[in-house]
């Protein structure tokens, strides 16, 4: 938990400071001796940013980030 600065840039611009989450998770798997094979899920989101743009007041969003990796992870 924490706060995200979420900046709004068409033609203007305009940020604003909101409440973030996150949470994930993974796996891994000793593939051979010494070689692990990892999978990573992590998810990112933020409450309602608002903007204000003088084309379109009181704009409203949501930011929402869901990210996969997989690796390889070496032991020696």
Do not use: C, K, W
């Not at 600065?5 to 051979?32: H, M, N």
């Not at 899920?41 to 379109?56: A, I, K, M, N």
């Amino acid at each position: 938990m924490g706060v995200a600065s979420v900046t709004l840039d068409s033609g203007g611009s305009d940020s604003d400071t909101v409440f973030a989450y996150q949470v994930g998770g993974g796996i891994g798997y000793e593939f051979v001796p010494g070689i692990v094979v990892t999978g990573d899920y992590r998810f990112l989101g933020t409450t309602d940013p608002s903007f204000e743009d003088p084309g379109s007041p009181n704009l409203e969003g949501e930011y929402f980030s869901h990210n996969f990796s997989i690796g390889i992870r070496a032991h020696f």
